[in-house]
């Protein structure tokens, strides 16, 4: 499968790596928006969170556990900003599962 997430994951192509488990792996993104940007993805190919279901949500549980420990390495100690956008309306641009962890600021209130 042509995706670049699934790519990362097997090391094929490149990423600045923070954190790395059997489910998941966290890296930085290549166009950060905040000034701490990570992205944490499950390793198993989950299109989007429209595409969650009971045989898969194992990676999710794996993820939301691993993410105050990526936070902690990452500094985020004032706190964060978890998303995950969904499709079209989403503004999903990579059709592999993955949550962005924001922070390293004040983040602004309004989410859209
Ligand atoms: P989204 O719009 O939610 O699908 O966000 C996709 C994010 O993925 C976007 O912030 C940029 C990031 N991204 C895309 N390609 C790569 C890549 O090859 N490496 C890294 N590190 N990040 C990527």
Redesign the pocket.
Known sequence: MDC?FCK?AEGT?P??QLYENEYCLA?????P?TPV?I?VIPKLHIGSADEVTEKNSVYLQKIFEAIPQIAKQAGLTGGYRVI??CGEDG????KHL?F?ILGGKKLPENMG
Do not use: E, R, Y
């Open positions: 670049i990362i192509i990423s600045k890296f930085h993104d290549i166009n928006q940007h992205l995950t956008n503004c999903q641009s990579v993955h962005h």
